[in-house]
């Protein structure tokens, strides 16, 4: 029995190797994106080539395995998944367009930091938000319908 084949009565398995793929390229991405800010390239056009293909890589390999994943699953677990992106990563995006402006509004500047830390900490805050509100909305889909 191959691999791909147990993988796929395993849903969980399924999921965690995408998972893993994506971790493992995020991973590899920020090791780069590391790399090139700690030396002299990080402010050139060399520096932003690097970190940008490095991400780029890392969001293909992710895209990949997920259409893979995606693929795998029935049409009942596809609707959910879609169900909850929509409705679960929308609140997340209000949410957390909420808790950025009002956090930002109400900083001091000397507590803001500069625009690079404003960007990245929004991005990762606006995923995080959108990720948990999917997760609720998932879970809630499939209870409802149990």
Known sequence: MSMESSMSRHPLARYGAVMGIC????LIAGAVSGVVSNTSTESTPLGVVLVGVSVAVAMGLGIWASLRWWRGLDEAAQEAH?????WGSTA????????LFS??????????????????AGAALVALFQMAGYGVAWAAWWLKRR
């Open 23 to 26: 971790a493992l390229a995020g």
């Open 82 to 86: 879609k169900w909850a992106w929509w």
């Open 92 to 99: 997340g995006l209000s949410l957390a367009g909420v808790v």
């Open 103 to 120: 956090a930002v509004y109400g900083a001091p500047d000397r507590l803001v930091g500069d625009a690079k830390d404003l960007v990245l």
